[in-house]
């Protein structure tokens, strides 16, 4: 392992080096039918088994009731901005939308092409900064559903609970799913990029609540139809079959690690970690309020922009790979997903010091 560094990209992301192992192990003879899981038919009891076992850990792992569909879907988390408006609409005319960042109003941008989008909130005069106060948000009575993004994994916030809302909740969870356990049972659909947290890209999981599916806008392709597909078990055509495998891995890899709750014990440290070291210092800064800082993506600048290139070139030289922030806000980013270990934050800490130490 000594040839792998610590990749701190944002997405697509790193993998847990037991996951790829196993991958490794398994790549050119699945499970001794000397084939690639690559070169399995997607309607074989071999690969049923595969996708069976997938959907089976991540309800356990979630805790996923019979009353949600869980769907493994091509394309990513953006094509379902569209999507879910065609999808659970249910014959309403408008839609919640709390603008928190720039993938809250990408789903904003999209979803306007379906239905009418009411904005409850939105941070963006503030540059997308914090989330707005709960009591400052308009909701609407009749809206069909509210949407919202539990991390905005470019500025690097994130809601620490749950919103209560009355309308279906819906959830952009692409950065955070899986980062630590919470109850399914409060939200209408929940959608899921794999590239962040879960497998390679290419493939975006859904979670759905199974009343709000049928009631479709009638432009909507059966691909993109979510009880269609789930009747044909989202093989209505060939679905994404190694990713579908990758995500099996990653959801096993989590329930050896001890689940969900060992996830959150080490997200909470890796990020705490560096925020209390940032704070600490007058040559790194963050200016997220602690109520909203993200767990998934710390952001922090410093003083003299000029100094972020240095930073990412020698970080670079050390072993730790793409931690350059957003073109949006610059500076740098680390992405701490699951799959980042414990060591990789203490290699980043060591290395924050010794450049403030020399560059300060
Ligand atoms: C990365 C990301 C997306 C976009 O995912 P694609 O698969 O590239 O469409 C959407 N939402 C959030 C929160 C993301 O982090």
Redesign the pocket.
């Known amino acids: 392992m000594n040839d792998r560094v610590y990749n701190f990209s944002?997405?697509p992301a790193m993998l847990p080096n037991e996951l790829m192992l196993r991958a490794q192990q398994e790549f050119m003879d699945w499970n001794g039918t000397g084939m690639s899981v690559m070169e399995i038919g997607h309607r074989t009891s071999m690969f049923m088994q595969i996708a069976e076992h997938a959907e089976h850990t991540l309800r356990k792992l979630l805790s996923i009731s019979d009353e949600y569909h869980v769907l493994f879907l091509a394309?990513?988390?953006?094509?379902q901005?569209s999507v879910i408006p065609m999808n659970i609409l249910c014959g309403k005319t408008s839609a919640d939308y709390i603008d928190t960042g720039i993938?809250s109003a990408?789903?904003m941008a999209c979803a306007e092409k379906y239905t009418h989008v009411h904005t409850v909130c939105s941070s963006k005069e503030s540059g997308y900064q914090s989330i707005p106060d709960r009591d400052s948000w308009k909701l609407n009575e009749d809206a069909a559903y509210c949407f919202y993004?539990?991390?905005?994994?470019?500025s690097g916030v994130e809601f620490q609970s749950i919103p209560d809302v009355n309308a279906p909740l819906v959830c952009?969870?692409?950065?955070?799913i899986l980062s630590r356990p919470f109850d399914v049972s409060r939200f209408g659909a929940i959608i899921a990029?794999?590239?962040?947290n879960i497998a390679p890209?290419g493939m975006?999981i859904v979670i759905v609540k199974k009343e709000l599916c049928g009631d479709v806008l009638p432009i909507t392709p059966d691909l993109q139809n979510y009880q269609i597909q789930a009747k044909h078990d989202c093989m209505l055509n060939t679905p994404p079959t190694f990713n579908w495998y990758m995500a099996g891995l990653m959801f096993d890899w989590i329930d050896e690690q001890g689940g969900l709750e060992i996830m959150a014990q080490r997200n909470e440290r890796k990020s705490a970690r560096l925020y209390e070291y940032i704070d600490s210092t007058d040559f790194y800064s963050n200016e997220i309020p602690a109520s909203c800082r993200s767990r998934m993506n710390v952001v922090f600048h410093f003083k003299d922009d000029n100094i972020t290139a240095r930073f990412v070139d020698e970080a670079a030289n050390n072993d730790m790979q793409a931690l350059k922030g957003h073109r949006v806000n610059g500076g740098i980013r680390a992405s701490l997903y699951n799959a980042m270990p414990e060591s990789g934050v203490d290699h980043l800490l060591d290395f924050m010091k010794e450049f403030a130490r020399t560059n300060g």
């Open positions: 944002p997405g394309g990513g988390a953006t094509l901005f993938w990408k789903a993004t539990e991390n905005e994994t470019i952009d969870m692409t950065s955070s990029g794999a590239q962040k890209a975006t």
